[in-house]
């Protein structure tokens, strides 16, 4: 069991910054998602820490001990890539077989047994990798990774190139290896549900910062930036004003409606820019008269168990997800009330979204460790 | 486009082709090979088994082969280098390294052998240089007319086919596999041990065995740097058929020839088929900058490699050049005026500016002939869906199978006499030079058409347009670009042949790349490096067109 740590990590690629001070920690056999857009960094994240490309500036650590010195082959670093990356010219035993060659041939056949099993291909481990179906392929890239016991293991996007029902089944696969191996992993992906559903702790990254860090319940209900507030989630956007503070509670006014917002720690004055976001589960939809304000039902999108009911409302356009057993009295036109509980909205100052916040000071100390470390590697080679 | 247009037409189109390739190729090839096989008319094997247990012949096979083995690998260890630099690293320069690759396709073989004359002759450049510095008596350099000079023209003659083809399947190899090979913990010698050369093969073997079959059958770079001591089959069956009028034992050595090349292009196609099993990977290779901060160590390596591709390379051509303006050690342009206005030239048995016109005429009428060909073979390939294509294709694209000299061989003794009569016309010349570059018309239009998605016609179709509209605004437009590509590298091709040419020509249909060995042979050096010198443009030109219309295509 290894701990991850990166601190105030750079890179960039020509002109463009793709990371832009990265600070992340993954405790000893946690698995941490680290969730974005496409394009985020979240993939050079993790191709900086296997050792694939170096950073700019920061430190990676593994232990305490900085990786920063060390080439790929001598970190022991597990790599699942998105592609998978079998060597297509060897057998699914001798992908699986490769990084253990310092085991004697009982031993490494035994290990490769081991892990085939373990991810559930007895019998196939003669066929190459064109003999095999894209959810094999994932199996095996995972098995070959999991020989050699890394310290740590990175999944790039592991599953996006299978199907939905594929996916989540391996999806639940990978959690249970990763808990009953107790294995430290950093697990990059797009898909939102996924991170919060396979994980223990959540990164969500935007243009090469991490928004936020926390447990995934954390992440969905008590989103720390507008970033994250309408990304994790299905979220109405709302733009209001402070009106005045009451209190605990502070009511802004959106369109023609007042919504009081819980206080949290916003420093906010009577005439301040608020942005609010709610989850569209959270937009109650009440019986005219009651709630905040009244809105009119003008579509809705059926998805089985449930419906967005999209509303015409004071402050704008709302989206409700409603049950589909309480969305059959609605009817379109119809005139409604509208709910939104306090404690469900998010709150920020406008103009947090452009200057998305940095989290730990610099430390003098660790960045000028890593300059030594880097000028000497550069002597070095 | 086989499905483009009705059901009945394409049978037409299909038997026109099958039967103008059995009458202009399977046929006079049947002629020659009958005589390899027949004595008088009877089936004995006679001058086939003559061949077989002639020592003579057997020592030209043996040389032949040797050649060619020590070209292919001289080929390997200059090409090799190239293809790693363009694959993994960006570098100024780095473009036209990668255009130079078909150089030895549109350069005519015959200006390299008249450059590697001029350049490491007794009298050449270097030994001149080398004498005047070192204060020698004598040329220090011997390399002509010996195994080295050929092995040595070869390979720098081939060695950019072995880039081109090498340097794709580096690329072709996804950069995460050699990753996923270091997060397994092995080091650098081991990744490329175990992950790169395995994926590699394929590339090395399909150069090898091209780069093999084609000096295997090399004719002009032996022709003029064998000297009277060295030849190699292809010689051989020329000097037998033309200066000894030795028919059958000339067609018997064809047929042995053509049995051994097409064990090898067999070998080269399964090798170049294993290429594309290389698995493409999600991401592309980054190519990263050569020249880095830390980067001595590639500036050393791409500094001497391009030295030396230079001065092997490019000396013999810029000898060319330099000595097409020179007369007795001074400048003048005296060559290329009596290129233009020499009546009659004795080494020529007619004007030297009947070659360029004959050659430009040829370029011309065999590329008309060879585009409409190469389509068509090529749309089969791609579309065609008659039980048996593979087989029906292969027999299709027969020539690339039989050397030019053969190909020369065939035309000379099925077509020259009655009824026909095209013997020495240039009507026999151009039907030669048409049945050579028609294989590479195939090779240059078919990825053009198997790049068009069908979903692109099917969604014009569901927009309103006919079928016939559909061709013209969304299918012809795409394959315009490869299709000019096909020609130049058709024209070129006629341009610079010699071997055919050579079967068949005679004083009056004679083309350029003939008038400079005549000249040279005549040791006229001032004439042959000014007609090599327009060559050099001719191909220079066609150089650019391909180049340049390959890039747009790219492009978009």
């Known amino acids: 069991m290894a701990t991850l740590r990166l601190r105030e990590v750079e890179k960039s690629f020509g002109t463009v910054r793709v990371l832009r001070g990265v600070d992340l920690d993954v405790p000893a056999g946690k698995l941490l998602a680290l969730v974005g857009p496409s394009g985020c960094g979240k993939t050079t994240t993790l191709r900086l820490i296997a050792g694939f490309d170096r950073p700019d500036r920061g430190e990676i650590e593994v232990d305490g001990q900085s990786l920063l010195g060390c080439r790929p082959e001598e970190r022991g670093i597990g790599f699942v890539f998105q592609g998978y990356a079998l060597f297509p010219h060897l057998s699914v035993f001798r992908n699986v077989a490769y990084g253990l060659r310092f085991l004697s041939r009982a031993e490494r056949e035994a290990r490769v047994r081991e892990l085939v099993a373990l991810v559930g291909l007895t019998g196939l481990d003669r066929r190459r990798s064109a003999e095999l179906s894209a959810g094999q392929r994932q199996r095996v890239a995972l098995a070959r990774a999991l020989a050699p016991r890394p310290r740590l293991l990175l999944l790039d996007e592991p599953l996006s190139a299978l199907d939905v029902p594929l996916r989540e089944t391996l999806r639940g696969e990978v959690r249970r290896i990763q808990q009953e191996l107790a294995l430290s992993t950093v697990y990059v992906t797009h898909d939102q549900g996924e991170a919060l559903s396979v994980s223990d702790r959540v990164a969500v990254m935007n243009e090469g910062r991490i928004e936020q860090e926390g447990s995934p319940r954390d992440v969905y209900e008590r989103p720390r930036t507008p970033f994250v507030a309408s990304s994790v989630g299905r979220s109405n956007r709302l733009d209001g004003q402070v009106v005045r503070v009451e209190g605990e509670t502070i009511w802004t006014r959106v369109g023609g409606a007042e919504i009081p917002v819980p206080d949290g720690q916003l420093e906010l004055a009577a005439g301040d820019g608020v942005l609010l976001f709610v989850k569209e589960e959270h937009v109650r939809v009440v019986a005219e008269g009651r709630g905040l304000f009244v809105a009119r039902v003008v579509s809705s999108d059926y998805h089985g168990d449930a419906v967005t009911v999209h509303l015409e409302a004071p402050v704008g356009r709302l989206r409700a997800w409603v049950p589909t057993k309480e969305a059959d009295r609605l009817r379109r036109g119809e005139r409604v009330g509208v709910d939104l509980p306090q404690e469900r909205i998010s709150a920020f100052p406008v103009g947090q979204e452009e200057n998305p916040p940095v989290h730990r000071p610099p430390s003098a100390s660790a960045s000028d460790a890593g300059r030594r470390r880097r000028a000497r590697r550069r002597r070095g080679s | ?556």
């Open chain 2, 1 to 556: 486009m086989g499905r483009a247009v009705g059901r009945r037409w394409p049978v037409l189109v299909f038997a026109l082709v099958l039967g103008f390739l059995g009458l202009a190729f399977y046929y006079p090839l049947a002629v020659v090979l009958r005589d390899g096989v027949s004595d008088g008319g009877r089936l004995t094997f006679g001058p086939l088994r003559a061949v077989l247990a002639d020592p003579y012949y057997l020592r030209i096979l043996g040389f032949t082969a040797t050649q060619a083995l020590l070209s292919t690998l001289l080929a390997l260890a200059l090409g090799v280098p190239g293809a790693y630099l363009l694959a993994r690293y960006d570098f100024p320069g780095r473009r036209l390294l990668r255009s130079l690759s078909i150089v030895p396709f549109v350069l005519p073989a015959i200006t390299v052998a008249l450059g590697f004359v001029l350049f490491f002759g007794q009298s050449g450049h270097v030994n001149r240089l080398l004498m005047n510095l070192l204060g020698l008596p004598r040329p220090p350099l011997r390399v002509l007319y010996s195994l080295s000079g050929i092995v040595l023209a070869h390979a720098f003659y081939n060695a950019p086919i072995v880039t081109r083809l090498v340097a794709a399947g580096w690329e072709g190899i996804d950069p995460s596999a050699e990753e996923a090979a270091a997060s397994l913990g092995a080091r650098p010698l081991r990744r490329f041990v175990s992950i790169t050369l395995p994926l590699l093969a394929p590339s090395l073997l399909a150069s090898g065995a091209l780069v093999f079959a084609l000096t295997f059958l090399s004719f002009p770079i032996v022709l003029v740097l064998g000297g009277a001591r060295f030849a190699t089959i292809e010689v051989e069956i020329y000097t037998l058929m033309r200066t000894l009028v030795d028919y059958p034992t000339g067609s018997a050595l064809i047929l042995v020839q053509t049995l051994l090349s097409l064990g090898v292009l067999y070998l080269f196609l399964r090798a170049e088929g294993g290429l594309a099993v290389v698995v493409r990977g999600e991401r592309g290779v980054r190519a990263r900058p050569l020249f880095t901060r830390e980067g001595w160590a590639g500036k050393t390596f791409l500094l001497a490699y391009v030295a030396l591709v230079a001065i092997l390379f490019c000396g013999p051509l810029l000898s060319v050049l330099v000595d097409s303006f020179r007369v007795d050690g001074r400048f003048t342009v005296a060559s290329y005026r009596d290129l233009l206005g020499l009546g009659y030239s004795p080494f020529l048995g007619a004007s030297p500016w009947r070659a360029v016109e004959n050659s430009l005429f040829l370029g011309a009428i065999s590329t008309a002939m060879a585009l409409p060909l190469g389509l068509f073979i090529a749309s089969f390939g791609v579309r065609g869906r008659t039980p048996g294509r593979k087989g029906l294709e292969a027999l299709l694209l027969a020539p690339l199978a039989v050397s030019s000299v053969a190909v020369g061989a065939a035309i000379l003794r099925g077509l020259g006499r009655e009824p026909l009569h095209l013997a020495g016309t240039l009507a026999s010349i151009a039907l030669a030079h048409a049945l050579l570059s028609y294989p590479f018309v195939v090779r240059t239009v078919r990825p053009g058409l198997a790049g068009l998605d069908p979903a692109w016609v099917e969604a014009a179709r569901s927009l309103g347009a006919s079928r016939g509209r559909a061709f013209r605004t969304i299918e012809l437009p795409l394959i315009v670009p490869s299709l000019l590509t096909a020609a130049a590298f058709a024209f070129a091709l006629s341009v610079g042949e010699t071997s055919a040419t050579a079967m068949l020509a005679r004083p009056g249909t004679e083309t350029m790349p003939l008038a400079v060995w005549r000249l040279l042979s005549a040791r006229q050096f001032g004439p042959a490096s000014a007609m090599a010198g327009v060559l050099i443009l001719v191909s220079f030109l066609s150089f650019l067109a391909i180049d340049g219309l390959g890039r747009r295509k790219k492009g978009g």
